[in-house]
């Protein structure tokens, strides 16, 4: 990105920030959720990071938010309450402790790790240990007096509580730490700064309330509590129920370690998280991140991360501020349920019905903990209602492991060179036409075979004959079609973990299982190859000879590149290909059209770039060997003991035999082993010799 497109593009994020984060601080209303907004700051952020010199005084980065409202009375505060900046990976956090030790050489860095409340940051002060003034933060200099409703909070003491020499000795405080802890509780001031929360079990009982009522439901916990806090009537934040836990102690005690301050708290009669603990690296910090994201359901509020904060007090200020937040404290998001992104195509599919479904291919982002690149878009008519065009900034959506959908348009952010989307005229799989199906919103190929057709061909690719891929059966590949993840062969071989995690009936490991499936099947067999690619009248035997005449001309190679099968088979002329065994006009008619096709090489020319090769079929031992079984062609029925039945045909063709998968009168042998089907029926009605595994055994014997 130029800088010029960088500062189009700060602009265009300043301005949708601003917008919604006024909606959010100052009326409580929001437009796009916090992890969509979290997003667009991180974007921004990242940006100005690259260009310094594009950061602005007015730029959300460098402030916290709104105006307070002017129903209530203004506060100043004593210290700004600032906002934390976001991390949203382990490596953003390893980013951060590298810059942290470059401002404080030689010192170790440990931590505390909290969790992150999702609800409304508020300051206490009380004076010689009485509850005065509680405020909410504001624009983080001056926020608004809510001293009445703070106090129904049963959570906030009115009168702080007194802690005895013991227990201050027990917290492990010097007598001077001890002495200023006295005097703030009895003759002086002292601020403690915490959060104002909803449960999620009040949360569902007031909205059951208001449901009964007829009154408008409430959108989440933390709009709520925001607006249970900005209630005139007191009584009205009574019967809201709402709790109250402190973070830290805004005094200057002259504590050493942000973890006294919690016990402080909880001493001075504070509720503090119990699921708050000292970390003593980042190894510890990750383990703590991961757990409560695995485990947030459990917590009885909403959260959406962990704050990591820097212990030892002393280095607090020596590390200070930049921008909107403190050095010494990061907020580590949990992964979120939507992100903001770019739309970067729009691709159609194929139903079963031959119905056509648009997707929207997305610049890569993380969302619910995986990387998406692609979310369903349903059908025309919700793109219209969207008001989606190529090119847009979107916010897409992943609630519950679902696949992921575009939630909402963001059109602030548009530069103009957007396009309106259309339905294709062609069918993008076999590019016959597309008609609007009567009454109805949707879009169909007029060849009913397109799907059927094309979900074969893929079937096929990955069946055992052909490349054999364990875990890519029918039903799977179905579902990744209808997912638009693939969309023709090559396709396969671009999956990931991340692309699998969201469908139905896969997790981490069965993914991963998958994709190590599909990754070892990158160098198949020539024969295999040739026979999964589906040419028209080309079975497995000659798809094995049509590979043993371009080995000849890779002479003494044990593997060869797509390109350089591409090259022998545009130079083979149909002639060539009839000369061949068993190969007549029609069959060479079929491959020389198929490998003269430019869709087709253009799925050969993919499967190379995703890492696909092939190995060479391997020249027969000996000439004597070559012709033991020379002319004549085997069908096998039935399980063998001794070896598979790839192995046997494997053999058989070593030593210069067919293999058949149909019986008939130019059938020389029928191999039977245990629980033959029809073929062994059918075998000794047309009087072909039928032998056991051992007979086959001394047949094939050197």
């Known amino acids: 990105m130029t800088k010029e497109e960088a500062k189009k593009r700060i602009e265009k994020l300043k301005a949708e920030i601003n917008h919604h984060r006024y909606l959010y601080h100052v009326w409580d209303k929001e437009e796009i959720s916090a992890a969509a907004l979290d997003s667009l700051k991180n974007e921004l952020f990242k940006l100005e990071l690259d260009f310094p010199d594009l950061i602005a005084p007015d730029s959300p980065t460098q402030r916290v938010g709104g105006r307070p409202l002017e129903r209530f009375k203004k506060v100043a505060h004593s210290s700004p309450m600032i906002s934390l900046f976001d991390a949203f990976s382990e490596q953003d956090m390893k980013d951060w402790e590298e810059r942290l030790a470059k401002l404080v050489p030689g010192e ?115 709009n709520a509590a925001a607006g ?22 805004a005094t200057d005690l002259g504590l050493s370690r942000h973890e006294e301050e919690h016990e402080l708290a909880k001493l001075l009669g504070f509720k503090v998280l119990k699921h708050n603990k000292y970390a003593k690296d980042l190894k510890e910090i990750f383990a703590f991140h991961d757990f409560w994201e695995a485990h947030r359901e459990e917590v009885p509020f909403e959260c959406d991360g962990i704050v990591v904060v820097i212990d030892d007090l002393r280095l607090w200020p020596r590390l200070g501020t930049v921008g909107k937040g403190p050095r010494f404290m990061m907020a580590y998001k949990f992964a979120a349920e939507q992100a903001t992104t770019k739309v970067e195509e729009v691709v159609w599919q194929v139903g079963r019905t031959g119905v056509l479904t648009p997707a929207a291919a997305l610049t890569p982002v993380r969302v619910g903990g995986v990387t998406i690149r692609n979310a369903t878009l349903h059908n025309l008519d919700e793109i219209r209602r969207l008001g989606l065009k190529v090119g847009d900034t979107v916010i897409i959506e992943r609630a519950g492991d679902v696949i992921p959908k575009v939630v909402k348009v963001l059109p602030g952010l548009r530069n103009g060179s957007e396009r309106e989307i259309e339905a294709p005229d062609k069918c993008p799989i076999c590019e016959s036409e597309v008609a609007k199906v009567e009454g109805e919103v949707a879009y169909r190929c007029t060849n009913k075979n397109c799907y059927a057709i094309s979900l074969r061909g893929l079937i096929h690719w990955a069946s055992k004959g052909a490349l054999d891929i364990e875990g890519l059966g029918p039903k799977i590949i179905e579902q990744l079609v209808k997912q638009n993840l693939v969309r023709d062969l090559s396709d ?20 991963e299982k998958l994709v190590a499936s599909i990754e070892s099947r990158k160098q198949p ?57 068993d190969i007549g006009p029609v069959v060479a008619r079929s491959i020389y059209e198929w490998f003269h096709n430019s869709h087709n090489l253009n799925i050969l020319k993919r499967l190379e770039k995703n890492g696909v090769s092939v190995r060479l079929p391997a020249a027969a031992k000996n000439a004597s060997a070559a012709k033991k079984l020379a002319g004549k062609t085997f069908v096998l ?13 494997d053999k058989i063709r070593e030593l210069g035999g067919k293999v058949s998968s149909q019986v008939s009168k130019n059938t020389d042998y029928v191999i039977a082993g245990s629980e033959p089907g029809s073929k062994f029926d059918k075998a000794k009605d047309l009087g072909v010799k039928i032998i056991d595994e051992g007979e086959f055994l001394k047949l094939i014997k050197s």
């Open 525 to 581: 067999e020539l024969g295999r190859l040739i026979y999964g690619l589906g040419i028209r009248h080309v079975g497995e035997e000659t798809a094995i000879d049509l590979a043993q005449r371009i080995a000849q001309g890779l002479k003494a190679r044990k593997g060869a590149s797509l390109d350089e099968i591409m090259d022998i088979m545009g130079r083979l002329k149909r002639e060539d290909l009839e000369a061949m065994p």
């Open 228 to 249: 249970s806090i900005r209630q005139l009537d007191p009584q009205v934040t009574a019967s809201r129920r709402l709790d109250f836990y402190v973070y830290s102690v």
């Open 108 to 222: 170790k860095l440990d931590y505390y790790a909290e969790l992150k409340m999702d609800g409304l940051a508020m300051s206490l002060v009380y004076e010689k240990g009485t509850f005065t003034v509680g405020a909410t933060r504001g624009d983080g200099q001056i926020g608004e007096d809510v001293s009445q409703n703070l106090k129904t909070i049963e959570a906030i003491p009115l009168k702080l509580r007194l802690p005895s020499e013991e227990e201050l000795d027990r917290l492990g405080l010097d007598e001077e730490q001890k002495i200023n802890v006295l005097m703030a509780l009895k003759g002086g001031r002292l601020e403690v700064r915490g959060e104002a929360i909803m449960t999620r079990k009040t949360f569902a009982e007031l909205n059951e309330k208001l449901k009964q009522e007829g009154k408008p439901l409430l959108a989440n916990p933390r």
């Open 492 to 511: 396969f071989y671009a999956l990931t973990v991340d692309d699998l995690k969201p469908l139905e009936r896969f997790a981490e490991r069965s993914a």
């Open 637 to 649: 029925t039935g399980g063998l003991e001794s070896l598979t039945r790839d192995q046997a045909k």
